[in-house]
Structures are given as structure tokens and as C-alpha cells.
T-cell receptor, first 111, second 111 residues
Framework: TQLLEQSPQFLSIQEGENLTVYCNSSSVFSSLQWYRQEPGEGPVLLVTVVTGGEVKKLKRLTFQFGDARKDSSLHITAAQPGDTGLYLC???????????FGAGTRLFVKA | DAEITQSPRHKITETGRQVTLACHQTWNHNNMFWYRQDLGHGLRLIHYSYGVQDTNKGEVSDGYSVSRSNTEDLPLTLESAASSQTSVYFCASNSDRGEQFFGPGTRLTVL
């Protein structure tokens, strides 16, 4: 059974601080996605990484896929209150059949 | 623009009643999924379908059923609602890379 472990589970920080969220597995994935979910809404896709070692940037968010395609990290620079939400990582295999989700990291950024 | 919709957005029902939650997507994706999301459990897969007439059980399928008569729709039925099925339900479809596109969710309360 493939599992994705996210850490930390909960993070409360001040505006302007930096943070990193980790997503780890013992399994190899063809691709890995990061989603953000706000209260009362469904998760929204932020990014997909597919190549080992790949780094993608989305404004203040930096996503990295591990060389072995088993882990990933999300780094937020100078967090803002608008970054508050639940961040989910998810791994998928070729063909997109079934996606494995991590339990999520709940981020709260205080003004 | 392509989208995925769910109805109703909120539902209150009584124990023992049959309930059907609708999910409709215009992405033309073959793969569709139903999840429930509860505090402390993250997203848990209920049922999924890889195409018309195909349905499969997920990790928490007891008490639920789905049918797939066309590409666009995957209704979820609770045969006899139980209080343990009070939850937020999300429908999703995914691309060949496993990128999931979620509906807005249905909040179900079983009294």
C-alpha cells in the first residue's frame, strides 16, 4: 500500500516568516501534486511535478520533487495571511489511476 | 470553461433514508472519484470509476454505491444513511497525469 506522510500536521506562524512543508513516501510516483484547500471549498491544484529533482516556483511558493521521486517539499517565502489553508500533497502513477493523498498540513498565518 | 459540479451543497437527512449526491463534470475525464473528508482523517476514497459502466470500491465503501452510465456523471448513493456518514463529500475527476479537479463539496448531516 502506498502512503504519503506530510509534516508538520499543523503550523501557525507570523506574517513574513518562511516555512517548509514535507511530503514523504517509501514509494515512487510518476507525478506529485500539491493542492490548497480553503474552508468550505474543494482542494485546488497548485502544481504538478513529474521529473526527479524538478523545482517549480509559483510566486512565493517553491515546490521540489525528490531525485528518487519519493518525496517533495513546499517552501513558502514571506508568508501572508492569504496563504492560510490546508495544503495537501498527492502522488499519482502512470495513467492517473488513483491518487494517494497525504493527510495535509494546516497552515495559519497571523497578521 | 470545464468544471465539476456537485449537488446539493448541503443536505440534512434522517437515519435510514436513502440519499443520492450528484456529481457532474465537463472535463471529459474518464476517471472519477468520490471522497469523504473528516477532521483527523483527511480525504478518504469511497468509490471510483475508470469509465462508463466501470465502478470500484475504495477504502471506505461500506454503505455507499455508485453507478456510471455516462462519462459526465457519477452519483453517490447512501443506501440507508447512518450518523457515521455525516461528513463533507467531494467528487473529483482526474487527468492522465493524476491531476485531480474537485467539486465544491456536499456537506451531509445525518440526524
Amino acid at each position: 500500500t502506498q502512503l504519503l506522510e506530510q509534516s508538520p500536521q499543523f503550523l501557525s506562524i507570523q506574517e513574513g516568516e518562511n516555512l517548509t512543508v514535507y511530503c514523504n513516501s517509501s514509494s515512487v510516483f510518476s507525478s506529485l501534486q500539491w493542492y490548497r484547500q480553503e474552508p468550505g471549498e474543494g482542494p485546488v491544484l497548485l502544481v504538478t511535478v513529474v521529473t526527479g529533482g524538478e523545482v517549480k516556483k509559483l510566486k512565493r511558493l517553491t515546490f521540489q520533487f525528490g531525485d528518487a521521486r519519493k518525496d517533495s517539499s513546499l517552501h513558502i517565502t514571506a508568508a501572508q495571511p492569504g496563504d492560510t489553508g490546508l495544503y495537501l500533497c498527492a502522488g499519482a502513477n502512470t495513467g492517473g489511476f488513483k491518487t494517494i493523498f497525504g493527510a495535509g498540513t494546516r497552515l495559519f498565518v497571523k497578521a | 470553461d470545464a468544471e465539476i459540479t456537485q449537488s446539493p451543497r448541503h443536505k440534512i437527512t434522517e437515519t435510514g433514508r436513502q440519499v443520492t449526491l450528484a456529481c457532474h463534470q465537463t472535463w471529459n475525464h474518464n476517471n472519477m472519484f468520490w471522497y469523504r473528508q473528516d477532521l483527523g482523517h483527511g480525504l478518504r476514497l469511497i468509490h471510483y470509476s475508470y469509465g462508463v459502466q466501470d465502478t470500484n470500491k475504495g477504502e471506505v465503501s461500506d454503505g455507499y454505491s455508485v453507478s456510471r452510465s455516462n462519462t459526465e456523471d457519477l452519483p453517490l448513493t447512501l443506501e440507508s444513511a447512518a450518523s457515521s456518514q455525516t461528513s463533507v463529500y467531494f467528487c473529483a475527476s482526474n487527468s492522465d497525469r493524476g491531476e485531480q479537479f474537485f467539486g465544491p463539496g456536499t456537506r451531509l448531516t445525518v440526524l
